[in-house]
């Protein structure tokens, strides 16, 4: 008994020596660190290492053969759960991110008219003539001469801006020999301080050297009408502001051919305020305005989960030494029972879709696609239980049984590597944490 273990000391010796000094011009290929594991794997096997057993275990014949299947293994167990991962997010955003319940509001003449829904918006069509836009109230000032002095008296000035119920007083110090740019910017400034509600600039004209103060009401309509009068001085009469150059002017438009309506504002309420329609430009013909389900963002919605979906159906049957042909079954069992929704099951599990024909039935019988995707049993809650399965169990589980049996492969996992498969440690085959 002394003899053979004896003996089979010196074999572990020798084989050790042997592995070592076998692998040392490896060293170019493969980093030192994986090398080392290598080493102490081999050595680990050829010693007969195994705890509770006097048997020598199977050595490894090579690191190329080692890393080569520990990596390809790993890289398709990742692929596949990052792939059923993804499919889950897909799943529940269509399940979870009201994608059924938006609406979508489509102009016939988006450069005349456009508009946005909420999603309690009633489906409806509105058949819009748009006679009038809305415009803003606007004084221009009088040019003055650039350089020019003496167009404004000294003394104190005071203008008042009213908009609506409000007043807002400006006031500026004239000096006898102040520019009229000056001047003006010093009222531009004033006005700006007293925040009446109304903008106020400065327009200079380069070629006819003339510089004017402009005012713009803050908003479209009558609602932001303003008044400029001066309260003491004259700088609003000289600086040519008392007057609208452009007043301002409500919207008029038709709903369904009814009376004319008119609005201080561009943008309208329908629906009671569910939905809102913006005016860009008025014209003799009615704009035809649709409030329905966002079919667009279905249609897309609905292709990822798809596209997804075949990702994971793909990556796992063009692998099938590597996952148990169980875990393949169980995620292509989730696309049976399509429906007629323009949906085809192809043999491997994976669906084909054809996009003109399932826009075609989500305009025609959106109930029917609603239902076949996210009701009781629906597509979308099968593919999201099917990737939780995979997903939330312990990845190894996927590993093909003839490959997780298999004596010559050692147990690999990122940032450690190679291990004997004896000492029963986490992260067969993969590159992921579970």
């Given amino acids: ?46 010693a007969g290492a195994t705890p509770g057993a006097d048997r020598t275990a199977y050595r490894p014949p090579s690191p190329e053969a080692l890393f080569a299947y520990a990596r390809r293994a790993a ?11 993804a499919l889950r997010a897909e799943a529940r955003r269509l399940l979870l991110g009201g994608v059924f319940e938006r609406k979508a509001a489509r102009s016939s003449d988006p450069a005349a008219l456009t508009a946005t829904a909420t999603e309690r918006a009633r489906s409806a069509a509105y058949d819009i003539v748009v006679e009038r836009i809305a415009t803003a109230q606007r004084n221009d000032g009088a040019p003055m001469p650039l350089g020019a002095i003496g167009g404004f008296p000294a003394g104190t000035h005071r203008l008042s801006i009213t908009v609506g119920m409000r007043t807002a007083e400006a006031a500026i110090d004239v000096r006898p020999f102040d520019a009229n740019e000056t001047t ?3 009222l531009r400034e004033a006005i700006r301080r007293a925040e009446p509600g109304v903008q106020a600039a400065l327009v200079r004209d380069p070629i006819a050297r003339t510089v004017r103060l402009q005012l713009i009401a803050a908003g479209t309509g009558t609602d932001f009408a303003f008044e400029v009068a001066d309260s003491d001085g ?6 040519g502001l008392s007057d609208a150059t452009a007043p301002a002017v409500n919207a008029r438009y038709r709903v369904n051919g009814g009376e004319a309506r008119t609005s201080s504002s561009n943008t309208i309420l329908l629906d009671s305020g569910r939905v809102l329609a913006t005016f860009k430009r008025a014209g003799p013909a009615p704009v035809r305005l649709s409030i329905g389900p966002n079919d667009e963002e279905i249609a897309a919605s609905i292709r990822s989960l798809l596209e997804t979906y075949n990702r994971l159906i793909r990556t796992m049957t063009e692998a099938p030494e590597f996952i148990d042909p169980a875990a393949v079954r169980a995620a292509a069992e989730a696309s049976r029972q399509l429906g007629d929704v323009a949906l085809d099951r192809l043999p ?15 305009t025609h019988r959106p109930d029917a696609v609603r239902k076949r995707f996210v009701g009781e049993g629906g597509l979308a809650r099968r593919f999201d239980a099917a990737a939780a ?29 190679l291990a004997p498969s004896w000492l029963r440690m986490n992260g067969i085959f993969l590159n992921i944490k579970y």
């Fill in 1 to 46: 008994m002394e003899r053979s273990s004896e003996a089979k000391r010196e074999a572990a010796s020798d084989a050790g020596r042997k592995a070592r000094d076998g692998d040392s011009a490896r060293g170019a290929a493969y980093g030192d660190a994986e090398l080392e594991l290598y080493r102490s794997v081999a050595f680990w096997y050829a």
């Fill in 75 to 85: 890289a398709v167990l990742s692929a596949v759960v990052q792939h059923a991962d």
């Fill in 184 to 186: 003006l910017l010093r």
């Fill in 234 to 239: 004259c700088a609003a009469e000289v600086a």
């Fill in 348 to 362: 491997d599990g994976s669906i084909a879709w054809d996009g003109e024909r399932f826009r075609d039935v989500l």
């Fill in 389 to 417: 399965r995979i997903v939330e169990a312990p990845t190894a589980q996927l590993l093909h049984p003839d490959a997780a049996k298999e004596p010559s492969y050692p147990t690999y996992a990122p940032g450690r590597g």
